[in-house]
């Protein structure tokens, strides 16, 4: 018997428990500090406090509270309606130390990260992992090699009190707090994220990595994260994140900034697989001086609704930017997801690549701004999406604003919107793969241009992830 | 006695098989087929004759529906069964427009479809092949087909040549080992070296662990693979059948003496 939809999608995240440990009602008393639910300045100077936060960070949260209390919500995108503001825990910490090895941390987050197997991920090839669980990262280790060049990595809460001088710096220089609703209220309530400095001319030749996930009922995400690629450097970050699912709504809202010095190169991978109930509402930024390299890969499943168009500036000369992304769009999920390139100076080139997929009622759409500023002479641009709507009860929108005040550019735009065909359907199971299997495996094939690019082990799960979804998806 | 009437039933039979598109249009118009193992057949008819419809239909086409007669595949009604359950018991259609696949290797939808079958042999249980095993056997049967390696790490028929893709085609079927191929104008848009190297590719599978359907409008692919039957195929029916000969015949006087008179335009 065939499953429904249903049925697949709630065992998507039903195994979670026995395979992750996540939703562990035990877990929450164990919390050192929890926040009352809601929002307000009270609730920020808490926050400030039980952190020791300097002045000017603590002013900067009330300022941006008032930022985010001032905008109305957004009424463009998705449909934001569902978010209790009022019924959000914005933090919860859950040890009130940094563990500093694997042995120190406490039992029952350690049981966790054991059955996520982060151990030995890292012995296999992990530069550094910060795990985040809950609001803050707990475990966090830098391999000698690393420190020894001067690389930081530390979460940014730590990278606030040891790097106070780089994190004043630039810390919501690339996104202000008052750049967007969602922004606001992350630079209000921010907690936990990454810091990472790499030094000029140091390459980091093995990803960094970090994990993310949510794992208290109600309970808001607000990790920030800052990178700092000074000349001549290189750096991969990459984040993943599995959750549970809950039985009302959550909300994730991230802030990422990334600075890449001349002749940098930055590449942050991303895949999320949120439950169907979150609200994924992310601002990331990047800005790239003359001949630096700042590269987005960027892989949305799950969650309910998210908002997310990774951003590149290119701000000097020669300086390249590059977008992929893929969105996956089950039943009752609605993908926005996309791309932003503005090209300030001469020279500069970009490519956008977004794939999206909506199957079982879901709805993925492109939403991609391209931007010339007058003076960009030479810039060169491409703008590829492609949509694959795998049912008649689904949806793709493709939404590509272009902006260009120079004359000589070099501008590229391709959009494309298909189904699979019953030819080629026909074709695999005649091979012995079964209509599930030959599905997942021409959504497999679309996507491949942008799963290549991610570090193996995550590419295997993509792919792992899009046979779940195909699977009881016959007929 | 007769001897069709004590002979054991063949591997692949059809009995007044019956197919239609999806308009209700009837191709096929009744057709009596056996082919077992060690066996070549060939299906000999001019273009439009329904050849292609037959070949789809035995291969379990969801476009094309059986108004009528059976599908036996080793005693069981296939009849009904899907296209993928017919190729893990052992049929195997090899196309005569190859579809593309981007984004998925040669070698990853190889093993991905032995793997299949496999785990259907293996009570749904996975049982996959062992990577080396896969890659020797894999290597060993392009170098016999001459099939460049290089395409085992290009994407399935995207941008392939159309030799190339009929040359995959034999690969394919030379890796899932079935029990009868059909070939469908395995043939058509082949030089003659490729067609001998395509044409021996099945030749040396012919044997006591596999059958072969060749579907041609033309005599040319014989000369490589000779037939053991030939039925001659015409307005949806087997209009006369006997051995390599008929298709010498075929080649001198074409099919015209089957062919009913051309209509008068409307």
Not at chain 1, 170 to 181: L, S
Not at chain 1, 212 to 241: K, P, S, W
Not at chain 1, 267 to 280: A, L, M
Not at chain 2, 238 to 257: T, W
Request: proline content about 4%; hydrophobic content about 40%.
């Amino acid at each position: 018997m065939a499953q429904t939809e249903t049925e697949i999608v709630q065992g998507i995240g039903a195994d979670y428990g026995t395979k992750y440990g996540f939703s562990n009602p035990d877990e929450a008393k164990d919390y050192f500090f929890k926040s009352g639910r809601g929002l307000s300045h009270e609730l920020v100077d808490a926050i400030s406090s039980h952190k020791d936060e300097p002045d000017w960070m603590r002013k900067f949260r009330h300022e941006s509270l008032d930022n985010f209390l001032r905008r109305p919500l957004p009424t463009w995108g998705g449909d934001l309606s569902g978010i209790d503001f009022d019924n959000i825990f914005y933090y919860i910490k859950p040890t009130e130390k940094q563990a500093e090895s694997w042995e120190d941390l406490p039992a029952d987050i350690k049981d966790t990260w054991d059955k996520l197997g982060i151990p030995e991920a890292e012995k296999k090839y992990l530069a550094g992992v910060g795990a985040q669980y809950e609001s803050e990262v707990v475990y966090h280790k830098l391999q000698a090699d690393l420190e020894s060049k001067g690389v930081v990595f530390l979460d940014m809460d730590s990278g606030l009190r040891e790097r106070e001088d780089l994190v004043k710096e630039y810390f919501g220089t690339i996104i202000p707090n008052n750049d967007n609703k969602f922004a606001a209220l992350n630079s209000a309530v921010w907690s936990g994220g990454s810091f990472i400095y790499v030094p000029p001319g140091v390459r980091v030749e093995l990803p960094l990595q970090a994990y993310f996930r949510i794992n208290a009922e109600n309970m808001g995400q607000f990790e920030r994260t800052l990178i700092i690629v000074d000349e001549d450097a290189y750096v991969h970050y990459v984040e993943g994140c599995t959750a549970p699912i809950y039985s009302s709504d959550s909300l994730h809202s991230a802030v990422v900034e990334i600075i890449v010095k001349p002749r940098g190169r930055c590449r942050y991978t991303t895949i999320q697989n949120w439950s169907n109930n979150v609200y994924n509402l992310v601002t990331k930024r990047a800005v790239a001086y003359e001949d630096a390299t700042m590269e987005w890969v960027d892989g949305n499943l799950g969650s309910k609704l998210t908002m997310k168009y990774p951003a590149i500036w290119l701000l000097g000369e020669r300086a390249h930017g590059e977008v992929l992304s893929i969105a996956f769009a089950g039943s009752g999920q609605h993908q926005d997801a996309g791309g932003k390139v503005v090209h300030v100076a001469p020279k500069t080139s970009s490519v956008i690549t977004s794939k999206s997929i909506s199957k079982n009622g879901g709805r993925a759409g492109y939403r991609g701004l391209l931007e010339v500023a007058k003076g960009a002479k030479n810039a060169k641009s491409k703008v590829v999406c492609d949509a694959l709507i795998l049912d008649e009860d689904s949806r793709s929108d493709t939404y590509p604003y272009i902006q260009i005040d120079e004359n000589e550019v070099d501008i590229g735009h391709e959009a494309t919107v298909s189904k699979i065909g019953e030819e080629q359907l026909f074709y695999l199971m005649s091979r012995g793969l079964s209509e599930a299997e030959a599905s997942a495996m021409v959504v497999s094939g679309f996507v491949e241009p942008i799963t290549k690019e991610l570090p193996l082990e995550y590419a295997v799960e993509m792919n792992r992830l899009i046979q779940l979804q195909m699977e009881g998806s016959v007929g | 006695m007769d001897a069709a009437t004590i002979s054991p039933m063949a591997l692949l039979e059809l009995k007044d098989l019956r197919v239609a598109l999806e308009d209700g249009t009837e191709i096929v118009k009744g057709v009596d087929l056996r082919v077992d193992t060690n066996e070549v057949h060939a299906i000999m008819g001019p273009n439009g004759s329904g050849k292609s419809t037959l070949a789809y239909a035995i291969a379990g086409h969801p476009a094309y529906e059986i108004t009528g007669g059976r599908i036996l595949f080793d005693g069981e009604d296939v009849t009904e069964a899907g296209a993928d359950e017919r190729a893990q018991a052992g049929l195997f259609l090899a196309f005569q427009y190859p579809h593309a696949i981007p984004g998925v290797t040669v070698t990853n939808f190889l093993r991905t479809a032995i793997n299949s079958v496999r785990k259907a042999h293996n009570d749904g249980k996975d049982d996959p092949i062992p990577v080396k095993e896969f890659r020797t056997a894999l290597f060993a049967e392009m170098d016999r087909l001459k099939v460049s390696r290089e395409l085992a790490s290009r994407y399935l028929n995207d941008g392939f040549s159309g030799g190339e893709k009929k040359r995959v085609e034999i690969l394919q079927m030379a890796m899932l080992r079935p029990r009868i191929a059909v070939l469908d104008e395995t043939d058509s848009g082949l030089d003659i070296d490729a067609l001998k190297v395509v044409a021996g590719g099945v030749k040396e599978l012919v044997g006591p662990g596999m059958g072969a359907l060749v579907i041609t409008h033309y005599q040319r692919i014989l000369n490589y693979i000779e037939p053991d039957f030939v039925h001659v195929f015409v307005g949806g029916r087997i209009v006369e059948e006997g051995g390599p000969e008929l298709a010498l015949e075929l080649e001198r006087s074409g099919y015209s003496k089957w062919e009913p008179p051309a209509k008068e335009a409307a």
